[in-house]
């Protein structure tokens, strides 16, 4: 007799409930779900499991419409119950220490604080990868989530941070505090920061896409030295800030700028990029710098600033020290005002021509200056546009092209797409035309692979070696005329 045997057990679903301690969340392993009923809850949390892309640990909200909260009230998080028992167990109300493949959604995150005053909702670190955080809001913490060590990755989506932030603390306090690694951050609502910025990131490299920031106390955010670094170097890090909308303060404390690199170490043979491309700045009326390289010291910075409206100030960038810093960009809308510097093919009117500001609508009404006035060759064009405003949030929708400037189309009707609806499947079209074959897909499945088989049950997929190009609708592929059929598909 043959007897196969299992080398691990089924996979498990753990049903959390008020009353319940942070073991039952603790002791998840690698393919489990976690399933949290609403109620309050007020015990840490320590995760240090490492799971896989393919068998990752889901923690999830039983109801997401009443999703339970982590509220420690007055009690500082250090003094609250948890396996944890390190100095630095008050960093975070959750703790992620070199876990890998955890998927955490629709948890409220309330009054994490520490004496320290550096308390967060989330805490990541130690190397923690694959962490996937959706559906969240992070509110009256220190600062709203922290972490990232240099081989860190996490993705944000869907989530809302507000009123995070001590003014009472010495060190900074922000809505975001990315330490280093990889951040990604997606279809958020940033707003209202108590002392500080909204999003201060020290990621080795980031993206922020598709967000609405607004009203910080000091600045929008910036991106800094990442902590990580040491030795001679050479260093990089890299952001890329592409089709977000920035709502300033009417009086924030630092008035000179909205989002900024700054090399605030003072590490040598540093060298910082930004790519900002189709955002709406909604500025106070003020000098602010939308971009600001604040490189006095001599660190080589570079920014590309394309198809951005920037309104409500005369300055769309600055630059301290021009020896070791450029910015390029091209078709931004400026007021007439407003000096444009080294940015070309500006277009200026005496209003970007917004649907609503007043009921913050910043989509483009018809005869805006802005419609079909972008430049679509610049590289990284966006699929994407946050919906709607500061009421109907942390949802997107496709894009329909990358015509107008700006954060949004003014020909988008699709319908928006929240945190758990299915995400949209983009269509394969071909096109023939004089003995040439096109292949088509939409701006929003850009990331996807395009794979070809010569063969058809079974298949035989490989990826496609045909060179891509964009344009303002779609990305393109001719492929070579042969004499075999071949099917193609999208991968994501």
Request: proline share 5%; hydrophobic share 35%.
């Amino acid at each position: 007799m043959l007897v196969l045997v299992s080398p691990g057990g089924s996979a498990a679903t753990i049903n959390v409930v008020p009353g319940d301690t942070y073991s039952k969340i603790e002791s998840a392993l690698p393919g489990d779900q976690v399933v949290i009923a609403p109620g309050t809850y007020s015990f840490r949390i320590y995760l240090n499991r490492q799971a896989t892309p393919t068998n990752p640990i889901i923690i999830r909200a039983l109801d997401p419409a009443d999703p339970p909260v982590w509220d420690f009230g007055t009690n500082l998080v250090e003094n609250a119950p948890g396996s944890y028992t390190a100095p630095d167990r008050g960093r975070g109300g959750w703790q992620f220490s070199g876990a890998k493949n955890y998927s955490l959604s629709g948890i409220v995150f309330r009054n994490c604080r520490n004496g320290s005053m550096n308390c967060a909702g989330i805490r990541y670190y130690n190397g923690t990868t694959n962490l996937y955080v959706k559906d969240c809001v992070f509110t009256q913490n220190d600062n709203g989530i922290t972490g990232g060590t240099q081989e860190s990755a996490a993705t944000v989506e869907n989530c809302e941070f507000g009123t995070n932030g001590n003014v009472l603390a010495s060190a900074a306090t922000h809505n975001l505090y990315i330490y280093g690694g990889i951040f990604n951050m997606r279809y958020c609502y940033v707003h209202d920061s108590v002392q500080a910025e909204n999003f201060h990131i020290r990621a080795r490299n980031a993206a922020l896409e598709y967000n609405w920031f607004a009203r910080a106390k000091s600045y929008e955010g910036d991106l800094m030295t990442d902590d990580d670094f040491s030795g001679t170097g050479p260093f990089a890090q890299a952001i890329t800030v592409r089709g977000n909308v920035f709502v300033q303060a009417a009086a924030p404390d630092n008035h000179s700028q909205v989002f900024v690199l700054y090399n605030d170490t003072g590490l040598t043979n540093l060298t910082m990029s930004a790519r900002v491309l189709y955002n709406t700045f909604v500025g106070n009326g003020g000098t602010a710098a939308f971009v600001h390289l604040s490189n006095a010291d001599g660190t080589q910075m570079t920014a590309e600033e394309s198809d951005n409206i920037i309104s409500g100030t005369t300055r769309p960038y600055l630059i301290e020290d021009t020896a070791a810093g450029a910015i390029t960009g091209l078709n931004n809308w400026l007021q007439t005002n407003a000096t444009a510097g080294t940015l070309t093919g500006s277009v200026r009117s005496p209003t970007p021509g917004f649907r609503n500001a007043g009921l913050q609508d910043y989509t483009l009404a018809p005869g805006s200056a802005c419609i079909g006035a972008a430049n679509f060759s610049v590289y990284g064009l966006p699929g994407n546009e946050y919906y709607l405003n500061e009421e109907t949030n942390r949802m997107w929708r496709i894009r329909t092209a990358a015509r107008d400037i700006g954060a949004f189309e003014s020909t988008s009707t699709n319908a928006p797409v929240g945190p758990y609806d299915p995400i949209p499947r983009p269509s394969l079209s071909v096109r023939t035309a004089g003995g040439t074959v096109t292949l088509g897909w939409p701006l929003f499945a850009s990331d996807f692979q395009l794979q070809q088989s010569t063969t058809a049950l079974p298949f035989n997929w490989v990826t496609s070696g045909f060179p891509l190009s964009t344009n303002a609708a779609q990305v393109t592929a001719t492929p070579a005329v042969v004499g075999n059929a071949q099917l193609f598909r999208l991968r994501k």
